[in-house]
């Protein structure tokens, strides 16, 4: 694969060097059976300026920097998105409470929500935050939008909110099918479905975007 990519690599240099046009390259190289995104990120490497050689653009680098801020950005996600179900679903029970819960429950209950809404409190501006940071430095260098770690961890974001989606409706269907419906059921999966539906809008978005400016 590796050898593959070189070759690649190697013909599109030649051929700009030899004043072909990017399109005529594209239209040989698909004829030869390179997939689309191969060739677009072949040809990407390259800048589009009057220069007798092709003039490569920057490329991305991983720094210990970038990756402990998109860590951190990831990571504050995951935890308000959790602690923030957790919360809701702690003030659902708390609202339409279950006879048999024991006070050791109920002072359990309000244990947890302590605890979740200090996680959200914490956690949910760090994100933003962060966010905000390497929004400002994508708008600066769009370059570092093709981080290796930035599109890892967005789509293993989507992966995860796509598992909560899909065992959300599992869980509904179950339950629809078993008879057991409850208002308070009902809420949670609606709340489960919102948080985990609006993670993964937002990076679907955000990636389709990031192709069409591409």
Do not use: C
């Amino acid at each position: 694969m590796a050898s593959a990519t070189q070759d690649l690599d190697l013909f599109v240099r030649e051929a700009l060097a030899r004043g072909e046009s990017k399109q005529a390259m594209e239209a040989a190289l698909v004829s030869a059976g390179w997939q689309a995104e191969q060739i677009r990120g072949a040809l990407n490497v390259y800048a589009d300026v009057a220069f007798p050689v092709p003039v490569p653009r920057p490329r991305p680098y991983l720094s210990a920097r970038e990756a402990f801020l998109y860590l951190t950005l990831f990571t504050t996600l995951y935890i308000s998105a959790w602690h923030l179900g957790s919360l809701l679903f702690k003030l659902i029970e708390q609202a339409w409470p279950d006879p048999a819960d024991s006070e050791y429950v109920v002072r359990s209950l309000a244990d947890s929500i302590r605890w979740s809404t200090a996680s959200v409190i914490i956690a949910f501006p760090v994100f933003l935050f962060v966010a905000r940071y390497l929004g400002q430095q994508l708008a600066r260098s769009p370059a570092k939008r093709l981080s290796a770690i930035r599109r890892w961890l967005t789509y293993v974001t989507l992966f995860v909110a796509a598992v909560v989606l899909i065992v959300d409706m599992i869980t509904l269907v179950n339950n629809v099918l078993g008879g057991e419906l409850s208002l308070r059921f009902l809420l949670k999966v609606v709340v489960a479905a919102l948080i985990a539906g609006t993670v993964f809008g937002y990076y679907l978005w955000d990636l389709r975007k990031e192709e069409q400016e591409a």
